[in-house]
């Protein structure tokens, strides 16, 4: 299977930079790029890509306004938006991925991660830089309010499994570290996505993070 992808940033030379990195994979092609935050909407919504691409800093509407228009938690179909910046600011993290963003990587990451996050976005999964996980984690721990309990409540294992999630763990490696089949993870996924009313692990991280599951040390 192929994955669709579509670039969005304000520079020529970076969209042509990720072009190569991407390209150069045989399960990725790019099938658009745009420079800016507008051209970005109209084309996703146009092409459907399977993942988006999005810088922070473009004209017109900025990579966090684009991700809420494409990805947000009230449209109906949302597409998949990993934030690719240059600028490691706990604000842009956060705001990216309360917007709906699946995974937020820096430019300076690596050609491997950045492969690696779009294979993870177009397989439903999310990936966001170690860097930026533990910057986040700072941020949000001062300042946590807890949300509202979920209707049902989480089981032992369900618990287990956000924490695991809030630390930017992948399916393999949560299923590696609690013992049980990747099929299983899945369903404890479903399970949790429907208790909280979330619909993605970045919405999950975000709630294990305000419900103070997680420490700012990884525990």
Wanted: hydrophobic share 45%.
């Amino acid at each position: 299977m192929t994955t669709r992808v579509l670039i969005a940033d304000d520079q020529a030379m970076v969209r042509g930079g990720l072009r190569l990195i991407l390209e150069d994979q045989p399960d990725i092609t790019v099938v658009a790029e745009a420079a800016d935050g507008a051209e970005a909407v109209a084309l996703a919504r146009r092409l459907r890509p399977d993942v988006c691409l999005v810088d922070i800093r473009m004209p017109g509407l900025d990579g966090i306004e684009v991700t809420r228009v494409l990805a947000g938690p009230s449209v109906p179909d949302p597409l998949r938006v990993v934030i690719v910046t240059t600028f490691d600011l706990d604000e842009y993290v956060y705001g990216a991925l309360r917007a709906g963003a699946v995974g937020f990587i820096l430019k300076d990451a690596g050609p491997a991660l950045l492969v690696e996050a779009v294979r993870a976005a177009g397989t439903g999964d999310v990936l966001i830089s170690p860097s930026v996980t533990v910057r986040l984690l700072r941020h949000l721990a001062p300042a946590r309010t807890s949300t509202a309990p979920p209707a049902v409540p989480l089981s032992v294992r369900e618990t287990e499994v956000i924490r695991a999630i809030a630390r930017g763990r992948t399916n393999q490696e949560i299923g590696a570290e609690l013992f049980i089949s990747v099929s299983t993870v899945k369903s404890h996924l479903a399970s949790v996505q429907s208790k909280l009313g979330v619909r993605n692990r970045v919405q999950i991280a975000a709630w294990a993070w305000e419900n103070g599951l997680v420490q700012p040390s990884g525990r």
